[in-house]
């Protein structure tokens, strides 16, 4: 009944023990989940996962971080991997101006040609923003037709309101259960129940009660416990609405 849509499961943290994780979240109820790659390497990896077990998908895509990746060999790569029967989105692509912001229009470039891939291949986009707002939101203007989720969505309630009229997702993460999460409930309290996604981004950004520790898809319940809090439903109720919103965005049957 959970569906986590931003897991990274091929990561080196689960090279030790993914057959046993794999296991344990099917019997913990974890149903779906879409492992998003980060350069071509991450994104075959991610394939071939999903080739081994049918009820994971994946997308492929060069992160901001890994502008290095960035040529004519790593995007043939990518558009290749795009073609591959599980592959359900493009990403996770963005720009992200926290961890570099000296190669802007770089991370611009390589941003503009993944999208227009997803727009050749037909497919959704899953977004990394950080620290980046106000040229994301200006990039994906461009791009009228395009849907997808901002990944672990960190925006203001104005924005967010932009691009749900845009027809855009919001993903929400372990940090909506952090004592100081302000922002991101405010943005929950206002986002329709239908463009709700929810993602543990594992192997990164553990909720509350694991924060510090290695993330995986287990942990879905905590995300969906705070949103039903917020949102005034069950957390059952809350991971159903939000498996079938992401089986209809990356088109899951
Ligand atoms: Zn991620």
Known sequence: MYFDTHAHL????????????LLRLRESGVDCVLDPG????SSRKAASLAEGEEWVFFAA?????????????GLEQIAALLKHPKC??????GLDYYWDDSHKEEQKRLFHAQLSLARENGLPVVIHDREAHGDCLAVVRQYPGLRGVFHCYSGSPEMAEELLRMGWYLG???????????????VLRICPE???LV?????????????GKRNDPGNLPFICAKIAEIRGKT???????????GRRLFGIA
């Open 235 to 245: 957390p059952e109720e809350v991971a159903e609405l939000t498996a079938a919103n």
């Open 199 to 211: 993602e543990t981004d594992s192997p990164y950004l553990a909720p509350a009660p694991k924060r």
């Open 172 to 186: 929400f993460d372990g940090p909506i259960t952090y004592k100081n999460a302000r922002k991101a409930l405010d």
């Open 61 to 73: 895509g060069i992160h901001p971080e890994e502008l290095h990746a960035f040529n004519d060999e």
């Open 38 to 41: 980060c350069d071509p390497e």
């Open 194 to 196: 239908d463009r709700i």
């Open 10 to 21: 091929d990561d080196k943290a689960f090279d030790e023990d993914r057959d046993e994780l």
């Open 88 to 93: 359900r989105a493009v990403g996770e692509i």
